[in-house]
């Protein structure tokens, strides 16, 4: 049963244009979700987060979304670079940050010069 | 170091034998994790040390699988009568206060 679903498995995009990544989770009780990163042969690395009490947080390039009637997020990377092509990781927990992870299986983005 | 350390970085191994998997948090974080990452999948949860004690360990699949964290600072993912399915990344992560989770690279267990 997957609590946290990232349905495509890739994306491709152009340097300078805008990648949305998307996300949906089922369980109605996670109440932090965060973005991973993660280069082949390392392990995954923090990007951004979002409390369920918020609706957008802005970090430089990086925007989440939440939608939680929907039970949505997306991450927003404007404007795109070649060094943004990595594996990205959807997770969400309960009780914050430092709590168990539930991760998604990860999209693969491209970014074409 | 700066990071999460973890040791092997790769390790083979024979069905059937017993494996240690090492993981050195960052210094200071008291709070500590194993996940496991099978290829074309997320990292699964394994278990969670709050200092010495496992505070959360829901996510080991059977008692082949058991990790100790004895002094509250380096943790061990010790693997018995390894099986081919038990083959996958062993990411370690470490915590302090709510804060971010830092992972390591990982140690790629392979079992032939």
């Known amino acids: 049963d997957q609590q946290v679903k990232q349905n495509s498995p890739s994306l491709s995009v152009q340097e300078g244009r805008i990648s949305i990544l998307n996300c949906d989770y089922t369980?109605?009780?996670?109440?932090?979700f965060l973005w991973y990163k993660k280069y082949p042969a390392e392990g995954p690395t923090f990007l951004i987060s979002i409390s369920s009490i918020k609706d957008k947080n802005e970090d430089g390039r990086f925007t989440v979304f939440l939608n939680k009637s929907a039970k949505h997020l997306s991450l927003h990377i404007v404007p795109s670079q070649p060094g943004d092509s990595a594996v990205y990781f959807c997770a969400a927990s309960v009780g914050g940050a430092n709590s168990k992870l539930t991760f998604g299986k990860g999209i693969t983005l491209s970014v074409r010069p | 170091g700066a990071g999460v350390s973890q040791t092997p970085s790769n390790k083979v191994t024979e069905k059937g034998k017993y494996v240690e998997l090492r993981c050195d948090p960052i210094s200071g974080h008291t709070a500590l994790y194993w996940y496991r990452q099978s290829l074309g999948q997320g990292p699964e949860f394994l278990i969670y040390f709050q200092g010495t004690g496992a505070a959360d360990d829901s996510g080991l699949p059977n008692d082949r699988f058991f990790a100790v964290r004895p002094e509250g600072s380096v943790s061990t993912l010790k693997i018995q009568r390894t099986e081919r399915g038990d083959s996958a990344v062993y990411l370690c992560a470490s915590s302090q206060g709510g804060n971010t989770i830092y992972f390591g690279e990982g140690s790629w267990l392979t079992v032939v």
């Open positions: 369980n109605s009780m996670f109440d932090y």
